[in-house]
């Protein structure tokens, strides 16, 4: 299925701070907005408008990913994600927005995937992301040419860490914005 190609409205500072409330504790960010303006100014219309907020995350990796994002998790129980998870029942990890953003780590001159490194998850087509992301449970350096960085854990590294299927996403809010 052929996806719109959106252009976010908001134009990031690179001054923006991400404030993500899991049901494990809170996770800050320091958002990319000049190296990947589009991802941000993306994350920042969706965390605004409260789209994260109730999803759950639904793909965990360890050494290597957790990730959330998907609305296909929304109102679903933890059981029912990490079922969904282990089958494949569910559709999670296909939802998003409703459409998809341009690539950003062919531009992005920090595109490195270090510990606590927050990008956005897509598809095998480049310009597929939208809403679902995922940080870094340590360095991932192969997903430097293929993945668009657009965030640095500044606190909750330990949280991060935590952080398995079926949990919480209670809140992401912005701080600093334009």
């Given at each position: 299925?052929?996806?719109?190609?959106?252009?976010?409205?908001?134009?990031?500072?690179?001054?923006?701070?991400?404030?993500?409330?899991?049901?494990?504790?809170?996770?800050?960010?320091?958002?990319?907005?000049?190296?990947?303006?589009?991802?941000?100014?993306?994350?920042?219309?969706?965390?605004t408008k409260g789209f994260y907020d109730g999803l759950k995350f639904h793909r965990?990796?360890?050494?290597?990913?957790?990730?959330?994002?998907?609305?296909?998790?929304?109102?679903?129980?933890?059981?029912?994600?990490?079922?969904?998870?282990?089958?494949?029942?569910?559709?999670?990890?296909?939802?998003?927005?409703?459409?998809?953003?341009?690539?950003?780590?062919?531009?992005?001159?920090?595109?490195?995937?270090?510990?606590?490194?927050?990008?956005?998850?897509?598809?095998?087509?480049?310009?597929?992301?939208?809403?679902?992301?995922?940080?870094?449970?340590?360095?991932?350096?192969?997903?430097?040419?293929?993945?668009?960085?657009?965030?640095?854990?500044?606190?909750?590294?330990?949280?991060?860490?935590?952080?398995?299927?079926?949990?919480?996403?209670?809140?992401?809010t912005i701080e600093n914005m334009a």
């Open positions: 299925m052929f996806e719109e190609l959106y252009t976010p409205e908001y134009q990031p500072t690179g001054e923006e701070i991400a404030i993500i409330k899991t049901n494990k504790g809170t996770i800050k960010v320091q958002l990319a907005g000049k190296d990947a303006p589009i991802h941000v100014g993306n994350f920042v219309e969706l965390a965990y990796v360890p050494n290597f990913v957790i990730q959330g994002g998907c609305p296909n998790t929304r109102g679903c129980s933890a059981e029912q994600v990490i079922i969904g998870s282990q089958t494949g029942m569910g559709g999670f990890g296909t939802g998003g927005p409703g459409y998809v953003i341009k690539e950003e780590y062919t531009t992005n001159p920090n595109n490195k995937h270090l510990d606590g490194t927050l990008a956005m998850a897509r598809s095998q087509m480049p310009n597929s992301a939208g809403s679902q992301f995922y940080f870094c449970l340590g360095p991932q350096e192969f997903l430097d040419p293929n993945y668009t960085v657009f965030g640095q854990t500044l606190e909750g590294l330990d949280v991060i860490s935590e952080l398995r299927v079926g949990d919480d996403i209670e809140s992401i």
